[in-house]
Nanobody, 124 residues
Framework: QLVESGGGLVQAGGSLRLSCAAS????????MGWFRQAPGKEREFVSA????????EYADSVKGRFTISRDNAKKTAYLEMNSLKPEDTAVYYC???????????????????WGQGTQVTVSS
């Protein structure tokens, strides 16, 4: 129900834009999140956005470099990634959870729908 795209290989300092297309009828009531997992590491929070788009959170490691957004009409969430660093290399996953409140959630356990992931590799 969630399909990520936009990953790839980029040099340090470069940019990528990830997309997460949802085939969810009531997408506009879903909190959306982005997580990433590097080899040998646990999945970690990157960013999340509430269903209205008015509330959002970022991991400290990406603040000022990444921007999350969503287009409810297109049922798509985005993650704009700038000034990429080698330590940003990971598989990036989008996640969703239908909520009655317009809130953001930063833990993986707060989501019940996941995409298959897209690889982002940043070379030094």
């Amino acid at each position: 129900q969630l399909v990520e795209s936009g990953g790839g290989l980029v040099q340090a300092g470069g940019s990528l834009r990830l997309s997460c297309a949802a085939s969810i009828r009531t997408f506009n009531f879903y909190t959306m999140g982005w997580f990433r997992q590097a080899p040998g590491k646990e999945r970690e929070f990157v960013s999340a956005i509430s269903w209205s788009g008015r509330k959002y959170e970022y991991a400290d490691s990406v603040k000022g470099r990444f921007t999350i957004s969503r287009d409810n009409a297109k049922k798509t969430a985005y993650l704009e990634m700038n000034s990429l660093k080698p330590e940003d290399t990971a598989v990036y996953y989008c996640a969703a959870y239908r909520r009655a409140q317009d809130i953001v959630v930063v833990t993986p356990s707060g989501y019940n729908v996941w995409g298959q992931g897209t690889q982002v590799t940043v070379s030094s």
